[in-house]
């Protein structure tokens, strides 16, 4: 039998490579504790997020309760009333709206919306501190939107719409001047509306009608801190900045 000496390996040797098995088998353990680690980590992450969206819809079915609540009440003080300028809704010529025009169908006895106006005519800050209730309708007497429950058979009003500095421009222009409890229709050429942009059910260069009726902004509603918090972590909004 023959031996090749030279491929023995010495104690040395023997240590080091020992050294190595040890730090490799150290590095595999850590990798296995990071991945475990990890994804216990995730793992809870998803847990508290899940926790956190739940709590937010329990938080938000309460504050849409109180909000629809609210909006009922409105609805039984002026959902008559609203409802009578149902019948107002009428074709017209659209070819014949040029500029923007108003009629006060009944002149409120309120405050008086009045937004900020430079010498040239343009508004440094709209005046968005009221509520209102509104028809909106097309040429053709299609309404597109309105402050009803439904378009045909209405029974009550939806939540007003708050005032917003975001509306069309026709639509800050043509309230100017009212006063809260006065109803005003108004009729916006497209230029002042969507213009050359189709929105919704509204095509391209539609000029527009609406009636719109003024009153007292509702009293806000409470908004817990948590909902507030939660509202600002899980969707980036604010239910006191609104």
């Known amino acids: 039998m023959i031996v090749n000496n030279d491929r023995k390996t010495t104690p040395k040797q023997r240590i080091i490579v020992a050294l190595i098995a040890i730090v490799l088998l150290g590095s595999t353990f850590a990798l296995y504790a990071g991945i475990v680690l990890g994804y216990k980590n995730t793992e809870n ?18 504050y849409q309760n109180r909000e629809d609540a ?27 709206v040029n500029t ?10 309120g405050r008086e919306i009045k937004s900020n106006i430079d ?10 501190d009221y509520a209102a209730y509104y ?4 040429s053709d007497e299609t309404i597109f939107d309105s402050s009803f429950d439904s378009t045909e058979n209405p029974a009550e009003l939806k939540s007003p719409l708050t ?19 006065g109803i005003r229709e108004i009729t916006i050429p497209a230029v002042l509306g969507y213009g050359d942009t ?24 409470e908004v817990s801190d948590e909902l507030e918090q939660l509202a600002n972590e899980l969707y980036g909004y604010s239910f006191r900045q609104q």
């Open 70 to 96: 609210q909006a009922r009440e409105l609805s039984k003080k002026y959902f008559d009333t609203f409802k009578a300028r149902r019948t107002d809704v009428k074709a017209f010529n659209a070819a014949g």
């Open 100 to 109: 923007l025009t108003t009629k006060d169908i009944v002149v409120g006895t």
């Open 135 to 138: 028809i909106g309708w097309l």
């Open 119 to 128: 010498e040239n005519g343009k508004s440094e800050a709209w005046d968005t």
């Open 198 to 221: 189709a929105q919704g059910t509204i095509p391209a260069n539609s000029p527009l009608k609406f009636i719109v009726m003024m009153i007292e902004k509702p009293e806000a509603l």
């Open 163 to 181: 005032g917003s500095s975001s509306m069309i421009q026709g639509w800050l222009e043509g309230i100017e001047g009212m006063r809260i409890g």
């Open 45 to 62: 992450q998803q847990t508290i997020s899940t926790e956190k969206t739940n709590r937010f819809n329990e938080l938000y079915a309460d």
